[in-house]
């Protein structure tokens, strides 16, 4: 599928966006393991959560109304899953991936993980180091364990870990094997990144402790099923909001999205860069802070993206660096290394698809400098197989004169089969061809 979107759109408008894909995955795997029914309410339906979906389900977990918004689990209470007949298919999911092998690591089965493409390039020595060192027998390709993975489970023992990258993925994996050990588990991390699991595991019932950078969670724990319902994803309303920030006159307002802080680090930037944002109506929903957030626009300046905003920023970087493209001065993104092995060398995509629409942008090891106030005009460009690629070059492509086509653009259904429905109904020309 190709993405043709016209140039020079004013955004206007409110919109929903569907629910949060890290939100969305915990629940299901939450429940999977917890004692009783869990009913999960606005779950995500895109690919990435259904292959965390089927997963479960071929390790014996019911679940029932996958593929829809309203999902029930119903658990197996604890370290019970059953050896799978076949391999897991995470698809392109890493979360899917990671998330599993933690809870795979307290099962005494052989099994196998596997992923597309992508996902067999993405290292999972982050996961499988710590989960060895707590009894597990992990195998994978080379010594960063490259999918596909075997992983033979035992009788864990609990670890504390320093993680050398700031990663809520591996801090999940890690904590989610603890639930099945006796003993406290204590996960270190360098700098915050996301925190659903730590939200998420209370609300079932188990007891998690965070004091800064540290997270101990108590094994055993036995989990209850519960209700809840997932906030809309606030790293997919970043294409919108961030585009409505470039363009002057643009007013967007997403609705109800999770405005946990972990996950937000892109509105502080978009307020450095000069634009209007406002929260309001912040409520509580499933343990996380939510609200609508208003964004207006105005001539944006560069700015510095570096330390501790990385992990807040991580699946919005690419969106930040087209709408710096248009803004006024130098915007200079670092210490975000980790956009080399997401579902693509973010870096190295996202600065030779900018490119090719007129920026001119410089890559670095850990990150590049996009040198602002370029007129872009609309170019054919492609995805790199990658969602957050295809969705951000569009919003480049909003920002140029003419018409930008995204090839490759099927990728948008990983994590927001919507999007180019709400870009339209902000008032954009858009067409799938
Ligand atoms: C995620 C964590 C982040 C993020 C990914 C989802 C999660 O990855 O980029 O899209 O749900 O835990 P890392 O943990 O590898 O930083």
Not at 111 to 132: E, N
Request: hydrophobic share 45%; glycine share 10%; proline share 4%.
């Amino acid at each position: 599928m190709r993405l043709k979107v016209l140039g020079r759109a004013k955004l206007k408008g409110d919109f929903f966006v569907p629910g949060d894909k890290s939100i969305s995955h915990r629940a299901l795997l939450l429940g999977a393991i917890a004692e009783g029914e869990t009913i999960v309410g606005n779950c995500l339906v895109a690919e990435d959560v259904l292959s965390t979906a089927h997963c479960l389900q071929s390790l014996g977990v019911r679940i029932e109304g996958v593929g829809t918004e309203n999902v029930k689990v119903y658990g197996v209470g604890g370290a019970n899953f059953s050896k799978p007949d076949s391999n897991l298919d995470c698809g392109n999911s890493g979360t899917t991936m990671r998330l599993l092998m933690g809870l795979l690591a307290a099962h005494e089965f052989e099994s196998w993980l596997i992923g597309d493409a992508s996902l067999q390039k993405r290292p999972m020595d982050r996961v499988a180091i710590p989960l060895q060192k707590m009894g597990a027998k992990i195998e994978g390709r080379t010594e960063r364990f490259l999918p596909p993975i075997r992983m033979h489970g035992a009788k864990l023992k609990p670890i504390e870990w320093a993680l050398p990258i700031a990663s809520a993925q591996a801090k999940s994996a890690i904590l989610l094997a603890g639930l099945f050990v006796d003993g406290t588990t204590i996960v270190q991390e360098p700098a915050l990144s996301r925190d659903h699991t730590e939200r998420m595991l209370r609300a079932f019932g188990a007891k998690v402790v965070v004091r800064n950078l540290t997270v101990a969670v108590f094994g055993k724990a036995r989990l209850r099923g519960t209700k809840l319902v997932v906030p809309n994803d606030p790293s997919s309303a970043a294409f919108f909001l961030c585009a409505a920030a470039a363009m002057t006159d643009a007013e967007v307002t997403a609705l109800s999205i999770s405005v946990n802080p972990t996950r937000i680090g892109y509105l502080d930037v978009l307020r450095h860069m000069g634009a209007t944002v406002i929260i309001h109506n912040e409520r509580t929903q499933a343990g996380e802070p939510v609200a609508d957030v208003t964004v207006q626009g105005s001539k944006l300046n560069g700015v510095t993206v570096a330390g501790e905003l990385i992990p807040r920023t991580i699946d919005e970087l690419p969106v930040l660096a087209a709408i710096a493209t248009v803004a006024e001065g130098t915007t200079i993104i670092k210490d975000a290394q980790e956009l080399r092995v997401k579902e693509s060398d973010r870096i190295a995509a996202i600065v030779s698809e900018l490119r090719k629409l007129g920026a001119q942008v410089e890559e670095l090891p850990d990150g590049m400098v996009i040198y602002g106030n370029s007129k872009l005009s609309g170019a054919e460009v492609e995805s790199h197989g990658d969602h957050r690629i295809a969705m951000a070059l569009a919003i480049a492509g909003l920002l140029a004169e003419g018409e930008t086509i995204v090839n490759n653009a099927n990728c948008v259904a990983i994590s927001f089969p919507q999007f180019p429905k709400v870009l339209s109904s902000l008032g954009v020309e858009v067409e799938m061809t």
